[in-house]
């Protein structure tokens, strides 16, 4: 809806209406839900008065009807409500806010434009304090029994944010466990920790007064060294968990879906995006409390799912897009038009963006300049090509947020205008500008000018460049044959592709081969026996056992793996591979394994419980020593799946063994998800879970207890006690880390895909491309991805495999045309760019004027290494030439300003 002025928000009563920019023609308002008319009351003041017909209260529901062969319910999540349980005072102190009202606070579009601000007097608080697991992790009325899994993460986040808002801000978090188990977490929450003025407290805590003047709250909670204490906070941030989304039971009824206790869906545990009904899957938030990329990748996996059901179908409704001829402009003068964005807010609230615009009017070649609210609105997008027709441009620069996400959706303006797409120049006022001068604002102005200056200099020297086509070949390869290369194998063979599973061992199955139970107390074994048979008799999967990877060459979509199997070699050419080589088990070298045969690790104490071992499951004391090899210097991680193993093992024992007395010793139990109701289950038949820091870790040695036995003796402080325990025990099992496979840095190197810090696959974006590597045609999934448990890794497997089906399932591929050339007449043979190019893409050739470097196109990635170790510049990156970049130097630095400023600097010398 857009306005002239602001006076809808005079006119409506409830001050529903908000406008998004106060500064910028066109506004743009938003309609919240304290709207009159929304909540059932007579009130249509504000379409009375819009001009342009953009409110319509007479709009009425429709129903369609709608075949499919298969339906995916994604209905997310939604916040737990703080008002169901008093003690909270939620609504009730005006300073006591849940952490979306926060997310809001925070945002650029949020009621403060970003500043976070109390409600009660609109001052900026200097001392906040968030409350963890509020509504999670209770069994008390009005809350949930399960952890939420996202809250320990999102909080960390906030409190960054905080700090980069005001740096002198004191921040305190009162939890319980940390919960930081997902990829980089770990960092992300040590970060945190060790930011100045930043607190983490590991306390109970009760909401208890309002100062009624200051409006200030005060929290009670306990520590080991002061006892009980009471502080004062100018803000309370309650950190909420996720429920069920709203009307789970109509929609179970509606489709006849189980739902579990806690009226989340009910999944098949071993493909966590089915439901009790055929054709029916599910994905994201209805599945249970999940991050962002579990989400993403589940939301594919359930693509996957359906398209086995429908590939026989594919490509029946889609329409191919045609657009207009393109023009040769590359004769004509450059006519360039600015579009600059004010990103609701994220922009426009720093950079004065109509100054800005009538700046651009006055640079050279510029021959249109308006702002928009968001460029990147499917409007907004229309306005441009329109415009290019219009005005007769032939350039085009978007001043908006980075390439990254953005860039391929405004080149498809120009296309659509009939303009080659590498006319087009991207100016990120955004993540290099505005968020990071968001308190100077009179600089940030004109740094974006320089930056928009620096752009359409460089677009007036920019040419038109060809993408080209390439043929699919509609195999894959998944390298592993663990669960997570079985499932995306026969995933990808089930929607009718060639399968080459390719595994290093004699027999499939990975590290599941050692696993027999699941928590929730499913048989792996016969699971595995179950898939195993699936993948053998498939007739599109093809497997190699004992099989090693020589060479790895090709392209997306044209890939040629060498492979050793048996003593045979063979050649597979496939479009698309899969990397699932799975992970390692840490050898501990502590705590006396190796050198007493009473200290096992996790997987070896499960496989002699299975195996029914009288001294594991006799045992008078056993204890459990959680993060071992892990959360550490050298290996700064959560292996994630450690607490929720050492909880099963240990209800196991106790359902053989009643009277043992079992002992968890940890840092955080990290049993995220429904996993909580398990540690409560153990907790309450009496496991002990004890809490160590790294600073005090636990001493293990041989020794005898009083009644004679031979005992391994476990020392640790207890900080409740203030004094240190000891305890007898007759085994030990180590929760030893989960480390990246052997093979992983050898593979990397042959798919030339990167490892993250841990060594560990790196995914191309954690949340955007979760299974998806830099290099195209590329995947991954599984543990060699990160730790993660079987549902887990099912749920990435088809993820993947829905990734691969989105190449495969066409018949060609468009590369680039941002690629190198070289020019034969500079060239001198030395190699110098051969040996930079980590992708192969270069090599010499015999020419007519002697041995040349040649670059296959489509091999480059266009990274530009080639072109700095080349002595003769005869290699140059097509769209970042020389010229082309010289210009935007140029604009920088105007000459006249450059000699003002030093001559500056030699009259002050």
């Known amino acids: 809806m857009q306005y002239p002025d602001q006076y809808n928000q005079e006119i409506s009563k409830s001050k529903a209406i908000h ?12 309609i919240d839900e304290s ?41 997310g999540l939604e916040p737990f409500d703080p008002r169901l349980k008093e003690e909270y005072h939620y609504g009730e102190f005006e300073n006591v806010i849940t952490s979306m009202d926060y997310e809001r606070l925070l945002s650029s579009t ?36 399960y952890c939420s899994a996202v809250c320990c993460t999102y909080t960390q986040k906030q409190v960054i944010l905080t700090k980069d808002h005001d740096a002198e801000t004191q921040c305190t978090i009162f939890h319980n466990d940390i919960r930081s188990y997902g990829k980089d977490f770990e960092r992300y929450y040590e970060r945190a920790e060790n930011l100045p003025g930043v607190r983490f407290i590991r306390s109970y805590v009760s909401i208890g007064k309002e100062n009624p003047e200051t409006k200030n709250v005060t929290i009670r909670y306990s520590t080991t060294d002061d006892g009980v204490k009471e502080e004062e906070f100018e803000m309370v941030v309650l950190s909420v968990g996720l429920n069920p989304p709203t009307d789970v039971k109509g929609m179970s009824e509606k489709y006849g879906i189980e739902l579990n206790a806690h009226d989340f869906c009910q999944i098949n545990p071993f493909n966590p995006m089915e439901t009790n009904k055929s054709g029916i899957f599910v994905s994201g938030g209805f599945q249970g409390p999940v991050d962002i990329p579990e989400s993403v990748f589940s939301a594919s996996g359930a693509g996957s799912k359906c398209g086995e059901l429908l590939h026989y179908r594919r490509g029946d409704l889609s329409v191919e897009r045609i657009y207009p001829t393109e023009e040769d402009v590359s004769q004509e003068e450059p006519r360039v038009g600015v579009f600059v964005c004010h990103c609701g807010a994220n922009i426009g609230r720093i950079v004065n963006v109509p100054d800005t615009v009538e700046y651009c009017k006055t640079l050279p070649n510029v021959v249109h300049a308006e702002d928009q609210l ?31 996400t953005l860039e391929p959706l405004f080149r498809d303006t120009l296309r659509e205008a009939g303009i080659n797409q590498y006319y087009y120049q991207m100016a990120n006022i955004r993540e290099h500008n505005s968020w990071v001068h968001a308190k100077e604002q009179e600089e940030a102005t004109d740094k974006a000018k320089d930056i928009i200056r620096m752009s359409v200099a460089r677009a007036c020297n920019l040419e038109p460049l060809q993408e080209f086509d390439l043929p699919v070949n509609k195999a894959a390869l998944v390298v592993g044959g663990g669960l997570a290369g079985m499932n995306c194998a026969l995933s990808i063979a089930g929607q009718g592709h060639d399968v080459y599973l390719v595994e290093k061992d004699a027999d499939l199955g990975g590290m599941a081969r050692r696993i027999h139970t699941t928590l929730e107390g499913l048989d792996v074994q016969e699971y595995l026996r179950e898939l195993t048979n699936k993948v053998y008799r498939h007739p599109l999967v093809h497997v190699y056992t004992d099989a090693t990877i020589t060479e790895a060459t090709g392209y997306v979509g044209n890939f ?7 003593e045979r070699g063979l050649e597979i050419k496939h479009g698309a591979a899969v990397i699932a080589v799975g992970a390692d088990l840490y050898t501990p070298d502590e705590y006396l394994y190796g050198e007493d045969d009473r200290v096992l690790t996790h997987l070896e104490l499960e496989e002699r419980i299975t195996k029914g071992d009288e001294k594991v499951t006799d045992a008078q004391s056993l204890v459990m020593i959680q993060c071992v090899g892990c959360r550490q210097e050298d290996r700064n991680y959560c292996s994630r799946i450690c607490c929720s193993e050492s909880v099963k093992n240990a209800l196991k024992l106790k359902e053989i063994n009643p009277q043992m007395d079992i002992y968890i010793l940890f840092r955080d139990m990290r049993t995220y998800g429904f996993k909580e109701d398990y540690y409560r289950e153990a907790a309450g038949k009496e496991v002990r879970f004890i809490r160590y820091e790294p600073q005090d870790k636990p001493q293990v040695e041989a020794a005898e207890a009083d009644d004679g036995r031979s005992v391994l003796r476990v020392t640790l402080p207890d900080y409740v006690l203030g004094k240190k325990l000891e305890i007898d025990a007759d085994i030990i099992a180590l929760a030893a880390a989960v480390l990246p496979s052997a093979a992983t840095k050898e593979v990397a190197g042959l798919f030339k895909v990167t490892l993250s810090p841990d060594g560990f696959f790196k995914e191309a974006h954690v949340k955007l491309k979760p299974v998806e590597f830099a290099t195209d045609g590329v995947y991954l999934c599984g543990t060699a991805h990160y730790p993660k448990l079987i549902p887990e890794t099912v749920s990435q497997a088809y993820g993947a495999a829905g990734r691969v089906l989105t190449l495969l399932s066409h018949d060609t591929v468009t590369a680039s045309g941002a690629v190198c050339e070289v020019d034969d007449n500079k060239c001198i043979s030395c190699g110098a760019c051969i040996s930079a190019c980590t992708y192969g893409a270069i090599e010499f050739r015999m020419t007519q004027q002697g041995r040349k470097a040649v670059v296959n196109p489509v091999l480059c990635k266009g990274d530009g290494l080639c072109n700095r170790k080349c002595p003769t510049g005869a290699i140059q990156l097509k769209h970042f030439t020389d010229k082309v970049l010289m210009s935007e130097i140029e604009a920088a630095f105007p000459e006249e300003e450059t000699i003002q400023q030093i001559d500056a600097v030699l009259v002050n010398l």
């Open 35 to 75: 709207c009159r008319y929304l909540q059932g009351k007579t009130c249509t003041a504000c379409e009375g008065v819009c001009e342009n017909g953009a409110i319509d209260f007479n709009q009425k529901a429709e129903k369609v009807e709608v075949k499919v062969g298969a339906i995916i319910l994604s209905p």
């Open 19 to 30: 406008i998004y920019y106060s500064q910028a023609i066109p506004l743009v308002s938003y």
């Open 374 to 404: 968001f460029a990147c609105a499917t409007n907004s997008a229309k306005k441009i090509t329109d415009t290019i027709k219009e005005k007769g441009l032939n350039r085009v620069v978007v001043a908006a947020c980075s390439p990254r």
């Open 560 to 566: 040629v793996t060498r492979v050793k199997s048996k």
């Open 110 to 145: 949020g009621p403060y434009e970003g500043q976070v601000l109390r409600a009660s007097d609109n001052k900026h608080p200097h001392k906040i304090a968030w409350i963890q697991c509020i509504g999670s992790r209770q069994v008390t009325p009005g809350g949930n029994s």
